[in-house]
């Protein structure tokens, strides 16, 4: 059982009122990595390669934030629309996102145990997990599909036949900036177990420490607000979106859980 999780602090935190999002806030998650899609593309396209694999890392990490909260159901719109989105992020990412729904879902429950596969590159050395990366994101996908149960496998199967098509027609007929992205997020996929697993949990445990958090406007702002990971973890419910403002909160009732950050 774990510790921080069943600290009587915890239960001093208002957080119910955080679960919900206005309409400006859901319409900015749901765009909130389109604009990024589009510029990665067209810099790729002509030639300005630098900063088009900026925009393409900025809308990788969008893209997370985004089927992060599709994952929990936390963007305030219907199941199926935020299925929907997984399943068009998937495509895009080349990840079944319904995939690593089941494993992120096992990871809530068992976070940082043996049985917990996500955070198995927190467990390395931060050049293991790098090294470990295609090796890791292949393994989330095995494993999700092995604990979905068979609605969520469908979505599994189809997110798979999809990409697939996708990588098909784009290496085929796509112009070369379609082509160049979509190699930049074949990297990206690569550096999960670094940048989105073992940035949060790396030097953490299942009793005291669930994860590493962060603080500073613009650290936060640069990294689009998803490294608030154990207040996360303690409210999974409350979007992203709102996760500043559960932290100011817990920092009242428990100031010592920012003393690990990810930078």
């Not at 613009?218 to 979106?241: C, D, G, I, S």
């Amino acid at each position: 059982m774990n510790g921080l999780r069943h600290d009587p602090r915890l239960r001093t935190v208002e957080w119910h009122d955080l679960t919900t999002l206005s309409s400006r806030q859901k319409r900015c998650e749901l765009l909130l990595s389109a604009p990024w899609l589009v510029l990665s593309v067209w810099l790729f396209q002509f030639g300005w390669f630098a900063f088009a694999v900026i925009a393409a890392f900025v809308f990788f990490l969008t893209g997370l934030r985004q089927a992060h909260g599709a994952q929990h159901y936390s963007l305030g719109i219907s199941r199926r629309g935020q299925d929907c989105l997984l399943a068009a992020l998937s495509v895009v990412m080349l990840s079944s996102l319904h995939a690593l729904q089941a494993t992120h879902m096992h990871h809530h429950r068992h976070v940082l145990e043996d049985s917990d596969v996500e955070s198995a590159t927190a467990r390395m050395s931060w050049w293991k997990a790098i090294l470990s990366g295609p090796w890791f994101i292949v393994t989330l996908n095995w494993e999700g599909y092995q604990l979905a149960k068979p609605p969520k496998r469908r979505w599994i199967c189809a997110e798979l036949l999809l990409m697939a098509a996708y990588v098909a027609v784009t290496f085929r007929w796509a112009p070369e900036g379609l082509r160049l992205f979509t190699l930049a997020m074949i990297a990206g996929e690569c550096l999960t177990g670094f940048f989105a697993v073992w940035t949060v949990h790396h030097d953490c445990d299942a009793e005291h420490e669930l994860a590493r958090t962060q603080r500073g406007w613009w650290k936060t702002t640069l990294t689009y607000q998803m490294f608030y990971h154990v207040e996360h973890h303690l409210f999974p419910a409350v979007p992203t979106a709102r996760l500043p403002e559960l932290a100011a909160r817990l920092d009242q009732a428990m100031p010592h859980l920012q003393r690990r950050q990810v930078f």
